[in-house]
Nanobody, 123 residues
Framework: QVQLVESGGGLVRPGGSLRLSCAASGSIVSINAMGWYRQGPGKQRELVARISTGGSTNYADSVKGRFTISRDNAKRTVYLQMNSLKPEDTAVFYC?????????????????WGQGTQVTVSS
C-alpha cells in the first residue's frame, strides 16, 4: 500500500559526496517523520538522521556537520546530502517513514521501510 524507494547510493572515494533520495508512493495523505538509517557490515541498524513534518531535524553524532537531511512534502520525498564521506560510512542506507495516514485500509500505518541502497566509501 505504501512503498519507499531509495536511490543515489554507490561507490565514492573518501572525502567525496553522495546524495540519497527516498520517494514514498501509494495512497498517502500525509507522513509524519521521515528518516535515514544505516547498517554497516557486522553492525546493528542505526539512526543517521530524521526530519519531522515541520522540518525539525536530529542527527547521529558521527554525521553532524557532514550530512544534511531535507524533505519535500509535496513530492513525499526525503533527501540525505552526504559530504566528507569516510570509509566508516560504508553501509546499506535505509529510508523510514513514520506515522503514515493513508486513503486506503488501514488508514494509519505506523512505519514503512525502503529496501535499502548501498553506500561504499573506499579508495
Amino acid at each position: 500500500q505504501v512503498q519507499l524507494v531509495e536511490s543515489g547510493g554507490g561507490l565514492v572515494r573518501p572525502g567525496g559526496s553522495l546524495r540519497l533520495s527516498c520517494a514514498a508512493s501509494g495512497s498517502i495523505v500525509s507522513i509524519n517523520a521521515m528518516g535515514w538509517y544505516r547498517q554497516g557490515p557486522g553492525k546493528q541498524r542505526e539512526l543517521v538522521a530524521r526530519i519531522s513534518t515541520g522540518g525539525s531535524t536530529n542527527y547521529a553524532d558521527s554525521v553532524k556537520g557532514r550530512f544534511t537531511i531535507s524533505r519535500d512534502n509535496a513530492k513525499r520525498t526525503v533527501y540525505l546530502q552526504m559530504n566528507s564521506l569516510k570509509p566508516e560510512d560504508t553501509a546499506v542506507f535505509y529510508c523510514r517513514a513514520e506515522g503514515i495516514y493513508s486513503r486506503g485500509t488501514p488508514s494509519f500505518i505506523g512505519e514503512a521501510w525502503g529496501q535499502g541502497t548501498q553506500v561504499t566509501v573506499s579508495s
